[in-house]
T-cell receptor
C-alpha cells in the first residue's frame, strides 16, 4: 500500500516570494508521482507528474518539482508566487503497474498575501 | 478537451431523494474507474473502485447500499446516492487510468452535491 504525507497543511507566503510545498511518500513498489491544484469550488488540475527520467519536473504556471528517491520526496516549488496561486495543492502517487487508484495526501493550502 | 466527462457538475436535491452521477471516458475504454469524495477543506478520499461488468469494491466505511455504483459499459460508470441526507453533501469526482500514453490519470470535472 502507498501513503502520502504533506507536511504542511497551510503555507502563507507573500506575493513574489518563493515557495516550497513538501511531499513525502511511502511505498513498497515503484510509483509515479503527481501534483494537482484545486482552486476554490473547482475540480482538480494536473500541475505536473514524474513518470521516469530527469528527476526535476517542470509543470504549468511556473511550478516545478524534484523527485528524490532516497528521501522518498517530491517537493513542489515556485520561485515567485502570484496571488492567483492561492489554492489547495495535492500530492498523489500511484504504483507503476496495476489498475489501482491514486493515493492523495491531505493537501496544502497555499495562501499568497499581497 | 475532456477525456473523462462527469455529469452533472452541480446538483441540489431534497433530503430523501436519490441522485445519479455519471462518469464517462470519452475516447478510451476504462475497465476500472474510481470514485472519490471530498468534504470541504479536506482531501480526496477514495470511496470505491468501479469494475466493468462486476461489483464495485468499496473502501472501508463506505456504505455500499447507499452509494450504488454501476459500471455497465467500458465507458460509463454511475454513482447513485440513495436516500440522500444533508451529510452526503460533498464534492464527488471520478477518475480513470489510461495505461497507454504514459499512464495518465484522468479526472472528471467533479460533481457538487448539495442535499437540502
Amino acid at each position: 500500500a502507498q501513503s502520502v504525507t504533506q507536511l504542511d497543511s497551510q503555507v502563507p507566503v507573500f506575493e513574489e516570494a518563493p515557495v516550497e510545498l513538501r511531499c513525502n511518500y511511502s511505498s513498497s513498489v515503484s510509483v509515479y508521482l503527481f501534483w494537482y491544484v484545486q482552486y476554490p469550488n473547482q475540480g482538480l488540475q494536473l500541475l505536473l507528474k514524474y513518470l521516469s527520467g530527469s528527476t526535476l519536473v517542470k509543470g504549468i504556471n511556473g511550478f516545478e518539482a524534484e523527485f528524490n528517491k532516497s528521501q522518498t520526496s517530491f517537493h513542489l516549488r515556485k520561485p515567485s508566487v502570484h496571488i492567483s496561486d492561492t489554492a489547495e495543492y495535492f500530492c498523489a502517487v500511484i504504483p507503476h503497474s496495476g489498475n489501482t487508484p491514486l493515493v492523495f495526501g491531505k493537501g496544502t493550502r497555499l495562501s499568497v498575501i499581497a | 478537451g475532456a477525456v473523462v466527462s462527469q455529469h452533472p457538475s452541480w446538483v441540489i436535491c431534497k433530503s430523501g431523494t436519490s441522485v445519479k452521477i455519471e462518469c464517462r471516458s470519452l475516447d478510451f475504454q476504462a475497465t476500472t474507474m474510481f470514485w472519490y469524495r471530498q468534504f470541504p477543506k479536506q482531501s480526496l478520499m477514495l470511496m470505491a473502485t468501479s469494475n466493468e461488468g462486476s461489483k464495485a469494491t468499496y473502501e472501508q466505511g463506505v456504505e455500499k447500499d447507499k452509494f450504488l455504483i454501476n459500471h455497465a459499459s467500458l465507458t460509463l460508470s454511475t454513482l447513485t446516492v440513495t436516500s440522500a441526507h444533508p451529510e452526503d453533501s460533498s464534492f464527488y469526482i471520478c477518475s480513470a487510468r489510461r495505461q497507454i500514453s504514459g499512464n495518465t490519470i484522468y479526472f472528471g470535472e467533479g460533481s457538487w452535491l448539495t442535499v437540502v
